[in-house]
């Protein structure tokens, strides 16, 4: 073990830091562009508690906590998404050591990993996902570490990592599923009643308690949301999930973590942990049949490319000059592609005549909150002085209800609700608020449920940019059918 230890390759320090501080660099200065994701907007409204009905707590309590102490700003709130990404990339330079690689492997891995679609898009904005970059690569480089070290007391720090992640994502579940899967396909089986891996497991759930007695406690809920996003996305997720395999890191790298699955698998020295290789397909299988996100594989893939920048380093080296050139030249293509497709490089003003918009949903997502609010707020202002004093703001989805909450104090709206996920569980309207601002897709249905609605207007982020929001109808709506509470529920919906 010693002999083993003593061969591993020291860690590229210099090379590693530089690509960390480089990304978070780059994400720090494109960070207060565009303005607010949905996600966050939403995020820093919900008030602290164990769970939600669409997600653990930890990534909103972030959001208000950067909000309330730095600033409530988009820039703030995304310092831990910044810091989070670069995490990650020293994770997947350390899971590219741990297999024998050295500096050349590990700058590879760092930098093109770091530069990245999945790392840049995602580390711009603070996502639930954004937080669990690091996750399956640091899980899976505490079980490399226990096997190929023979050092079984890793698990433990793997199940350790495992019940901290489950209050940001129960999705690491699906990856210790798709591992038992694969350990159960090419072994060692023994592990599957090892002390130690049982002993992981049970501290994953000793520190996740508080979680799981909260899911337990108030019917899963974490279940009932992944169902209603399968309900909503499966045809479309059970398609898009092949290709997008290809551009989950990028086209051009493709070929480095192809390269990692299958020197996983043929390696005599990486026999330890040839379940990771097997663990692949089994993950892809649970994806399909979940069909709630097309990137759910995408931390598995990392952890393939960090292991496939060895192989690579190795092909590289054979010719250095020549190969070399390839590898910088495919890296840097990746990295230029990535950069306009997952950052806000294009300027707002001409955002809508591009693609972009309908290839990156983060950065259409992004754009026109006070717009929106400001045409809320013409409508409101419209309102006789009687209408207004008994008026609230009704919105479609926890996007607009969260610009409103952010914005609509310059224009003294009234208070907003809505039965988008988590907000639908909240108080409904006081009953003498009888006059409603209806916003977004629902008000095409409001006119069941109220006794009169007009329309007053449509949405428009001036910018161009066909998202979610862009032409959607403003309506006043009057008198909700035997009150709010009789049409509450039917207001509340998952997606």
């Not at 406690?217 to 399968?230: D, K, N, V």
């Not at 010719?319 to 293509?333: C, D, F, G, K, M």
Request: charged residues 15%.
């Amino acid at each position: 073990m010693e002999a083993d230890q003593e061969r591993l390759p020291a860690l590229a320090k210099r090379s590693v830091v530089a690509a960390m501080l480089a990304v978070g660099a780059v994400l720090t200065i494109a960070s207060p562009a565009y303005g607010y994701h949905r996600d966050e907007l939403y995020f820093r409204m919900l008030h602290p508690a164990w769970g939600y009905t669409d997600q653990p707590p930890l990534t909103p309590l972030i959001a208000r906590f950067f909000a309330a102490v730095i600033a409530d700003r988009p820039w703030a709130i995304r310092i831990p998404a910044t810091a989070a990404t670069m995490a990650s990339v020293l994770v997947i330079a350390l899971i590219t050591r741990e297999l024998g690689g050295g500096r050349g492997a590990q700058t590879l891995a760092a930098w093109a990993y770091g530069f990245a679609s999945i790392p840049l898009l995602m580390g711009h904005v603070l996502l639930t996902s954004t937080i669990d970059l690091p996750v399956w690569p640091l899980v899976l480089l505490l079980v490399i570490r226990a096997q190929l070290r023979q050092q079984p007391g890793w698990w433990l720090a793997a199940g350790l990592v495992v019940g901290v992640s489950v209050y940001n994502k129960l999705l690491v579940a699906v990856l210790l599923l798709a591992l038992v899967g694969g350990i159960a396909l090419v072994g060692p089986r023994r592990l599957l009643w090892s002390k130690w891996v049982a002993a992981g497991a049970g501290l994953a759930v000793l520190v996740g308690l508080p979680n799981l007695l909260y899911q337990a406690t108030h019917g899963w809920p974490q279940l009932s949301m992944g169902r209603a996003l399968a309900d909503n996305n499966s045809g479309e997720v059970r398609i898009v999930m092949w290709p997008f395999l290809l551009v989950i890191l990028g086209p051009p790298l493709v070929p480095i973590w192809v390269a990692g699955l299958v020197a996983l698998a043929r390696r005599p020295r990486w026999r330890p942990v040839r379940f990771i290789a097997a663990a692949f397909p089994v993950l892809l299988v649970l994806v399909f049949v979940m069909g709630a996100q097309s990137y759910y594989p995408f931390g598995l893939v990392a952890v393939l490319f960090a292991i496939g920048c060895v192989p690579a380093y190795e092909w590289i080296a054979r010719s250095y000059r020549s190969r070399r050139a390839i590898v910088v030249a495919a890296v840097a293509l990746n990295t230029a592609v990535s950069g306009v497709l997952g950052l806000p490089l294009i300027p707002l003003s001409s955002l809508g005549g591009t693609p972009v918009p309908g290839i990156n949903q983060v950065a259409a997502d992004s754009v026109g909150w006070p717009a929106y609010v400001h045409e809320i707020a013409d409508v409101y202002a419209s309102l006789p002085a009687s209408d207004q004093a008994k008026s609230v703001v009704y919105t479609s989805n926890y996007g607009e209800a969260g610009a409103v909450d952010r914005y609509g104090s310059r224009y003294s709206l009234p208070g907003v609700y809505s039965g988008h996920n988590q907000l639908g569980f909240g108080a409904a309207p006081h009953p003498s608020d009888t006059v409603a601002i209806v916003v977004g897709a629902q008000a095409a249905r409001a006119g069941r449920l109220f006794q009169s609605c007009t329309d007053a207007g449509r949405l428009d982020n001036l910018v161009g940019v066909d998202n979610e929001e862009q032409g959607q109808r403003i309506s006043v709506c009057r008198d909700p059918v035997g009150g709010w509470q009789a049409i509450w529920p039917k207001l509340r919906h998952k997606d």
